[in-house]
Antibody, heavy 125, light 106 residues
Framework: EVQLVESGGGLVKPGGSLRLSCAAS????????MSWVRQAPGKGLEWVGR??????????DYAAPVKGRFTISRDDSKTTLYLHMNSLKTEDTAVYYC????????????????WGQGALVTVSS | EIVLTQSPATLSLSPGEGATLSCRAS??????LAWYQQKPGQAPRLLIY???NRVTGIPARFSGSGSGTDFTLTISSLEPEDFAVYYC????????FGGGTKVEIK
């Protein structure tokens, strides 16, 4: 059974930084493409970014609203995914979900096959 | 950016009735469209990928159809556990989600 457990959420002031972690089990983590998806309170879903497996090059891609501020990384030895968030804005307030990518064709996969329970990040002064 | 528009925003139905949810893309996404279900306080769950393929374990009452810009999720006969919010997502050009359709009990 796939388990994804996010941690590291909390309250941070605008302009601050935070790092989310996602501990994965039940999957071949080193081969997995992983994503982060967020959901603002009472709103819909928004893709944040993804990281490919190291064997597929390890490239990262980001949504326009977070590009240059957020960084996704992975530690395959710890089967853990990270989301480093800098220069946080009030509009970054959301539940952040760690997801596995799958049902791929070519260089594209769906970014939501398995989901963690989410970590709440609140950006407020 | 490809915009996905879901309609209606809310669907009020009774258990046993059928539900038809629509997702329209601002440009063609071929068949690269998925459907998710989200219940209050829970993470979303993938139901359908590539427009019409059911994920293993998803009941047969859920079906997807469409290609290009117009897609439909059909629930043939609503069970009590099906009342939730449904989102579509495209992966043709990066990734975007629709705004969601809430299926509520009438």
């Amino acid at each position: 059974e796939v388990q994804l457990v996010e941690s590291g959420g909390g309250l941070v002031k605008p302009g601050g930084s935070l790092r989310l972690s996602c501990a994965a089990s039940g999957i071949a983590f080193s081969k997995a493409w992983m994503s982060w998806v967020r959901q603002a309170p009472g709103k819909g879903l928004e893709w944040v970014g993804r990281i490919k497996s190291k064997s597929d090059g390890g490239a990262t891609d980001y949504a326009a609203p977070v590009k240059g501020r957020f960084t996704i990384s992975r530690d395959d030895s710890k089967t853990t995914l990270y989301l480093h968030m800098n220069s946080l804005k009030t509009e970054d307030t959301a539940v952040y979900y760690c997801t596995t990518d799958g049902y791929c064709s070519g260089d594209s996969c769906y970014s939501g096959v398995d989901w963690g329970q989410g970590a709440l990040v609140t950006v407020s002064s | 950016e490809i915009v996905l528009t879901q309609s209606p925003a809310t669907l009020s139905l009774s258990p046993g009735e059928g539900a038809t949810l629509s997702c329209r893309a601002s440009q063609s996404v071929s068949s690269y469209l998925a459907w998710y279900q989200q219940k209050p306080g829970q993470a979303p769950r993938l139901l359908i990928y590539d427009a019409s393929n059911r994920v293993t374990g998803i009941p047969a009452r859920f079906s997807g159809s469409g290609s290009g810009t117009d897609f439909t999720l059909t629930i043939s006969s609503l069970e009590p556990e099906d009342f939730a919010v449904y989102y579509c997502q495209q992966r043709s050009n990066w990734f975007t989600f629709g705004g969601g359709t809430k299926v509520e009990i009438k």
